[in-house]
């Protein structure tokens, strides 16, 4: 029996749990994400994309969901690649900042629904920084 271990809004996180999880030799299959394609709307209505594993690897699976969470395979990935390149606020160089889409962005994908009918994602692209109050955007 196929038991959930993680869900995901996006299809592309789902595959790269997955990934995740056969390199530790545990067996995942993905649900739900051809539904999440088609009316991603209601992805989360629907509980997103599902990455399964049999009943007896459901331990070794949450063991990967804990390192992920912990950053070990980060760690793991810095060591081999060196820096991965984390946004940083460009006046103190701090990591610690919010995100939200642009005012203008916004207005325009609301534009875009009235007129089309079609939902489009936003991309967060202004940034506030906690440590020195600075906004900057994303380019």
């Not at 594993?53 to 760690?75: K, L, M, P, S, T």
């Not at 203008?104 to 629904?113: G, K, N």
């Not at 089309?116 to 600075?134: H, K, L, M, T, Y």
């Amino acid at each position: 029996m196929l038991v959930s271990v993680a869900a995901f809004l996006n299809a592309h996180e789902a595959h790269i749990f997955k990934a995740r999880l056969e390199v530790e030799n545990i067996g995942a299959f993905i649900q739900g994400e051809d539904f999440v394609y088609l009316k991603w709307p209601y992805a989360m209505a629907v509980g997103g994309v599902r990455v399964c594993v049999v009943e007896e690897e459901v331990g070794e699976a949450r063991a990967v969901i804990e390192n992920c969470i912990n950053g070990h395979y980060r760690r793991e990935l810095e060591a081999e690649i060196g820096d991965l390149d984390d946004p940083n606020c460009p006046a103190c160089d701090s990591t610690s900042f919010k995100s939200r889409s642009s005012y203008a962005d916004l207005a325009l994908l609301a534009l875009l629904f009235f007129l089309s009918g079609i939902i489009f994602p936003a991309r967060a692209c202004v940034r506030r920084c906690d440590a020195c109050s600075r906004y900057w955007r994303d380019d």
